[in-house]
């Protein structure tokens, strides 16, 4: 298995395609990166910014490149010696019209030779109405007034012999099937040719088998004849103007007149024989009867379970594998798989073919986007390389957190906001909001299928459960399940699923004020597989399992990343994908168990630190962080602040707006996200940037929160307020004492929070795994949550930089690196930049030291010992040794500059390992031959000493 060394994410897009990527390969190479870690590039819908909406596995986004292009971009890599990671799509889909599989089933329902692909209820229990049709809830208002509107419009493909439905850009093709409810009785002359043509083509549509004759030579009849027959149609109207005409005609009419409600009946009539029904959109949470990504009603699930269905959709990406173009993949959203851990075995098994791979050698590099709990632990039987590293972003946050500072900032968040509730109260209470309001569907459907099973089958009843508590049993083990989702299947309940389920369950059981319990012995049991029954019986147990399996994920996102982590800002550097808001803070003693553990377990996994989906970037966090370490003078700035801005409030509906948690959220975002070149004040141009940001960002986190707005309830006249406070802030007059108070503090948590920053990212680029740098984080970024994250990286700047870093002189390095530390150089990223540049360099001279190497805490002694995190990566005679410093508010200087106080750091000595005794080291970031003191039988080095130079260390023998 070719494992990377370190990779460096790239969001692909039709604003930066296969072309830009090419000529950024030279810089990649440089930096000292081993593959290009590139976003989704498959197909995608037209104007997709991000690649998730995939529509064909099989072809390359036009939008991003030709194939020439592509593959010049791969010669591109591997002239630098260079390798790529591909992110895909398995779980789901984009549907529309661009994806023709999708617009295939609504043409032809169950009877479609792509029905099996998608994850639809084509016989819902509860909605005769809905047999062999899949809800579409696209519609801007009800389906009765969109149609007497006009919205619905059905044409006529003349060349392609076919109908469509059209409301708007959306196209819905009409079952070949129904045709004859548009061509019988057209006005035409009888006993001609032409018109005995149409006679004889509307026979044969109507003879077309039906959609629910499913069996393989009924569907691959329909397939062949449908074809045929449209085909005929078309030459018939190329040919005959006569009945283009009428066909015409008759579409005209049965599109009705605004104002004439009757005249709509025709294509009502029409559309109700269709494999699909149109709904507004606002039916979707409760009726859809298809498995969506989350709650997006455009991004259809996938079976992948299906053998077919995986081998259609891995087609491109196991030739790319085979060819060598890519070196690795990561697999977006696994758990929205039916049972991932089958899909990884089969993937690894494609992927061992299109290698050639002999029997017992490794498979390809794969990683994971899973997000682990902090007390889970991913599963040790799935054939991957580890996660993509949200795990490790937490945990590395989490040592830049001053647990002492807890109770005050508990104390600030109180008083500013009033607020008192949980982060767990809130949790389970986001979970049932999002199970009432946007994915009540699924559990519709769960709720009858366990109600079906608890009645048992052939008469032989079980339960008297009523479907009404059936489904509120269901409500309360998910809105308290611990994790994202089990993995229970067949012949394997491993004992951490075990205690998943058992905790879940016996918290919502000890908490329900229901008479009756049995209904939650009886769902634990299910979930388990411990009931017994029939083979039927079985399957439909076990078919409940894997729904519910795939339905915990979903309500767990909703309630947590995109609602519990916008209203709980206590401290927002913590609200992270995969984060533990309640977890504040995380000693150095923790940190070096969990990284043995991954050198033991996954040293292939990936280390993120900022990605596409996280929150916010990891310099805004580094920032706020530092708040943990004052936490009553920001308690004191934001009382002083709120006063400050009282007037630039607005009232909506008898509350103040924004609210005083918004208000909160603001002022710790325009701490973490303030232009480095605006600390002193930003110009009018710079100013107007930075307002747009904000004000985006803040309308995007309100309506996540849902407490005063939604995406789906827009209250117009909040965001209006929110909109207007961030412009009031934002904009610098005389009497602004806001402004004039908020800068001078924000240039001292900025300074901070630069060197949180570097010491992260040492530790990313050195502990076990692989580490990733997200596009353009090499410098500092100050980028927020998507789109804001997306915005073009300014490459020219980053390789003007490396240019001047790559001439500075080896013999005056100490002196080049203090120049870059002072006041007014820091600001422009290039210690960020020469840090990432140094330590992937060593990555690269030495692979094996960081592959293989043992991870070796080191001791650290003298007053504030806890300030530094210090370990070696062993190999043989080979080391490492970094040292990082931890809570630096105590530890650096005043001057403005990058520097730490040699006096805070006087009485620290970092012990090295044993072997190191008498070993020369250089300090890979100075130059200069560090000195090895020996105390007592053990080699020290003293930390005034070492990171007198640089604010982190990064030492190598020689």
Known sequence: MRVPRATYRVQVSGGFRFEDVKGLAPYLARLGVSDLYSSPYTKARPGS?????????????????????????????????????????????????????????????????????????????????????????????????????????????????????????????????????????????????????????????????????????????????????????????????????????????????????????????????????LAYWRVASDEINYRRFFAINDLAGIRQEDQPVFEATHELVLGLLRDGKINGLRIDHPDGLYDPAGYFEDLQDAASEALRKGEGEPPAYVVVEKILAAHERLPEDWPVSGTVGYEFMNLLNGLFVDASGEEGIDRAYRRFTGRATTFEDLLYASKKIAMRDELASELNVLSRRLLRIAEGFAGRRQYDFTLHVVRDTITEVVARFPIYRTYVRPGHVSEADRRYIDWAVGSAKKRTTAPDTSSYDFLHEVLLLEEEGPAEYRRAVEAFVGKFQQ??????????????????????????????????????????????????????????????????????????????????????????????????????????????????????????????????????????????????????????????????????????????????LLTPSENDLFLQEFLPFARGVARLGALNSLSQTLLKLTVPGVPDVYQGNELWDFSLVDPDNRRPVDYGMRKKLLDGLEGMDPAGLADGVTSMLEEGEWQDGRPKLYLTWRALGLRRERPALFSEGEYVPLGVSGEGADHLVAFARVLGDEAAVVVAPRLVASLADDSGALRLRPESLASISVELPAGLAGTGLTDVLTGELVAVEEREGASTVRADELLRGFPVALLASR
């Not at 995939?54 to 036009?62: F, G, K, R, S």
């Not at 295939?104 to 169950?110: C, I």
């Not at 016989?123 to 007034?145: F, S, T």
């Not at 989906?613 to 310099?619: A, F, I, L, N, Q």
Request: with cysteine; net charge negative.
């Open 551 to 728: 339905y915990t994920g979903p309500v767990m996102a909703k309630g947590m990343e995109d609602t519990s982590l916008y209203i709980h800002n206590r401290l927002p550097s913590l609200n992270e994908v995969g984060g533990e808001p309640e977890r504040f803070g995380v000693s150095v003693a923790a940190f070096h168990i969990e990284n043995a553990e991954r050198a033991r377990r996954w040293p292939g996994a990936m280390l993120s630190t900022s990605t596409h989906d996280t929150k916010r970037g990891e310099d805004v966090r580094a920032r706020i962080n530092v708040l943990s370490e004052m936490p009553s003078l920001w308690r004191e700035n934001l009382l002083r602040w709120g006063r400050a801005n009282r007037t630039r409030r607005r009232v909506v509906e008898d509350h103040p707006a924004p609210s005083r948690n918004d208000e909160y959220l603001l002022y710790a975002t325009l701490l973490g996200a303030w232009p480095l070149e605006g600390l002193d004040g930003l110009d009018e141009e710079g100013l107007e940037d930075f307002r747009g940001r904000i004000r985006a960002y803040m309308e995007k986190a309100i309506k996540e929160a849902g407490t005063h707005t939604s995406w789906t309830n827009a209250n117009e006249e909040y965001e209006g307020a929110i909109s207007h406070f961030v412009d009031a």
């Open 49 to 277: 910014t991000h690649g998730y909406d995939v529509v064909d596995h099989n072809e390359l986004n036009p939008e991003i490149g030709t194939p020439g292009e592509y593959e010049e971009m791969v010669r591109a890599l591997h002239e630098g010696g260079m390798g790529q990671v591909l992110d895909i799509v398995p779980n789901h889909v984009g549907v529309g019209s661009e994806n023709e599989r999708w617009t295939d089933v609504l043409e032809h329902g169950p009877a479609s030779e792509n029905a099996s692909f998608f994850d639809i209820d084509w016989y819902p229990i509860n909605r005769p109405e809905l047999r062999g049709k899949v809800l579409l809830p696209v519609l801007g208002d009800h389906y009765r007034a969109t149609l007497e509107n006009g919205e619905l419009v059905l044409r006529f493909d003349r060349d392609e012999g076919s109908f469509s439905v059209f409301f708007y850009d959306h196209r819905f093709p009409v079952d070949p099937k129904t045709y004859p409810e548009i061509l019988e009785s057209l006005p035409l002359p009888e006993g001609e040719a032409e018109t005995m043509e149409l006679e004889s083509l509307a026979t044969a549509f109507g003879n077309l088998p039906g959609r629910d004759e499913t069996g393989e030579e009924r569907v691959g009849e329909r397939m062949r004849d449908s074809a045929v027959n449209e085909a005929r149609l078309a030459r018939l109207c190329g040919s005959s103007s006569e009945v283009l005409g009428a066909v015409e005609r008759r579409v005209e009419g049965l599109n009705g007149n605004v104002g004439e409600p009757e005249s709509f009946e025709g294509l009502h009539r029409l559309l109700e024989e269709q494999a699909y029904r």
